[in-house]
Structure formats: C-alpha cells, structure tokens
DNA sequence: TCGCTGTAAACTGTCGACAGTTTAGGGAAC
DNA sequence: GTTCCCTAAACTGTCGACAGTTTACAGCGA
C-alpha cells in the first residue's frame, strides 16, 4: 500500500543532492567527500557516485580524476559562454511558441506574468521564481521536448551561477516589462518579434548578471 | 615509461560503448547486458555502468528501472524534435562564426568544403564524415563552447538515428552547395545570412532523413 | 624561520557478492 | 489447443572491502 519507492536509491540521491547544490548548502568550490556524503545519506558510494556522475552531466559538478568532484565556481567568462547557449535555445523556444501557442497557453502566460506583478507590488521575496516559472511556460507553448529538457539544464546552470547574488527591484521591473511584450508578440503570432525580444531580455539579464558579479566576486 | 592508462577504466569504457552503439555494433532496441559486456570488456559491473549511465544522459541509451539500458530506436517524431534542438544550436552557431570568425577560419572551412567536393566527384565511401568535419569547423569559428559542446551531442544523437540509412549522393551535392553558401556568408561576416543559410540546410537534411526513414523504417 | 622530504592517513577507483525484481518456461486447468 | 499460474533462472540495484593515488603532516636540514 506505500508507494514504496518509486525511484531508485541513486534516482533519489540525484534529487537530493541537486538541492543540495542549488541551495548553496554545499558552496562552490567545496569539494565532495564521497564517504561523508554516503555516511549522511545512510547510503553506500555506489548510488552516491552515480548521481554524482549525473549531476556532473548536467554541469552541475566538475569532476577530477582521482581527485573528485566539486562545485564549479564560475567567472564572467563563463557567464558568458553559458548565455550564449542560453540565447540560442530560448530564442529558438520563443519563435516556436509564437508559432505554435493556443489561447490556454497564452491565457497561462498571462495569469504567470500577472502573477509576477503582483507579487512584485506587494514587495516579494522569491520573484526569481515566478521568472523561471514564465521561461517554463513560454517553453511549453514551443511544444519542442528536445529543446525544453536542454532548456531546463541550462536554467538550472543559471540558477547556480545566481547563487548568493541577490533581485534587484530595478532589474526584476525590466524584466516584467520584457516578459508583458514577449507575452503580445506570442500571442499575436509573430515569432520574428518574439525571438527578439527574447534576445534582448536575456541580454538585459546577463548583464545584470556580470555586474553583481563583478561588484560582489562571492 | 609506459603512458599507462590516462583514463579511468569508466572513461575507457565510455568511449567502447560509445563506438559500439553509433557504428550499430549494438543495434537499436538491443538490451545491455550488464554482467555480458562487463565480461566481454574484462572489466567489473561498476566502471561499466558508470559508462552505460553517461551514455545514458548523452541520449545515446535509455535506462528502464529493473530492465536495464538499450540503444532508442527512434521514429519520425524524434526526429522532428531533434532537429528543432539541432537548428537552434547550429543557426546561433553559424551567427556567431560569422561575427567572430578570422582569415584562419575562413581558410579552414574553404579547405574542407573542397576536401568534400573532390571526395566527392571519387566516388567517396565516408562522406557522411566529411560533413560533419565541416560543421564542427564551423563550430570552432563560432568561439563558444558551451553551444559547441552541445552540438557535438546532438550531432552524435543524429549520428545514430542515421545509423542504418545511406547517403544519396544528390542530397550530398545540395549538402555541398549549402556548405559553400554558408561559407561566403560567414567570410563576408553576415550574421543573419549565414544562420538562414544554416536554417535552409538542416531543414533540407531533416527532410531527406524523414524520406529514408519512411522508405526503410529500419 | 623556511623549505624539502618521506611517511601515514584519507580518498577515489575498482571489484566481487548478496538482495530484490523481472523474465522465461513448464505444467495444470479449461 | 489455449490460457493462466507457478517456479526457477537471469538480471539489475545495492553493499562492503581492497588497491592505487592523492593529500596532509611531522621531521630534518639549511
């Protein structure tokens, strides 16, 4: 009658330690002791180092030979080339979704991105993620499994990089304001518009990104 | 003095399995098993599924709980999707090398494309090779590492869903003509040219690729 | 005090074995 | 002859232990 466990012991290990690394619990550049962490978990290494090997698939662990795997701390030029790739994807995604939308999707953006406003109004706490909610919706309307599991990984590399950086009200007012114009140009079917938007959307965001960076070097 | 083994025995057997799936040697819809190809490779079941998982999440093998890994068999649908993901990546790829590409670029895909062309009018055996030389040096005048990364899985991803079908040469020759389009937009460094060029191409390769598949559904 | 060296502890890489699940095959019932 | 069930083999998931490498530290010499 439980449902008992769905997942495997390395499946749950990815989850955990997924959250483990996103929540800064383990901080960039720590280095990850497998016994230590199997100890913690009641688990033995093999598991471990399995979802070890996953989550350094999606780029979030560096491994060494013989030396293991640690938190990638992560410089502007990094930044940079990770928005690159970025860009192309949710450009690509937000041209699609221009195509492809129907009016639940567009209804659905709608109430994410009003959402968002309120939120905002009322002095929020978690904005960023109510943004990453309005990219996830976009990227259901592209209806392109491939591009929005590459998306997701991307997003989650993001999130990472974001790590001890902190929402600046400014910055989170322009990307509303992006967000409200991207939401128009997909509704009224015009990819070319929503792609640009997008593009510059994201431009906006990762130079926000590079200046905390530089002004706060973690 | 022996250079003895760079590579752990995992990363070894990532590179075997790999080969081993993208020449068809193990064939799609085939099961791995484990204990088998552990013997057959003289090494033990850990190292071996550390590999078969890294596959995994390259999307060269799907893992099924208690049933193990097999190599997707994929059909016209995945096809689609993974051209999505294919174009985003390479049309951004193709902007980029346009923008950033130097005199060294510009020689070294004017030298490939030729390379093709005579391996062409021979009567070539391998030219399937030749043009995927000829996007990765694309990808490298494009100086962004994260979308090359990603590239080089999906082209290994289009590599196997090739795996069985056969170059027409036809398709070849247009493949050809495109290429030295791309080339001049990206010596004349027109961004825009250079990625609807790229579009048009992967579009004219995805629709060959859904003939063959539907004319020999493997 | 500083730097070097050698040794020991710590850690990763690998292996073989056990436990739980899936799969295949034989036999009984209809 | 067909279907269902039951049993046994095969296979994946997990664990604990050993081997080789890396890292930290104590001791020695300058």
Redesign the interface.
Known sequence: MTPPLR??LAGQTVDVLRELVLTGEIAPGERLNEVGIAERLGISR?PL??AI??LA??GLLVLV?HRGAHVPKAGADEVR??F??R???E???AE?AASRRTDADVTRLREVSEESRRNYQAGARFPYRLDLAFHRTLLEAAR????AE?VRLVQQRVVLLRSGLDDDPPHQRASMDDHDALVEAVAGGVPDAAGEIMRRHLARVRTQMLADLTENPS
Chains 1, 2 share one sequence.
Do not use: K, M, V
């Open positions: 997942l495997s093999g180092r399995e090997r996953h698939s999606e030979p080339a990770l690159e790739l860009t192309a994807l450009c690509a995604a699609l392109s499994p491939q591009i590459q």
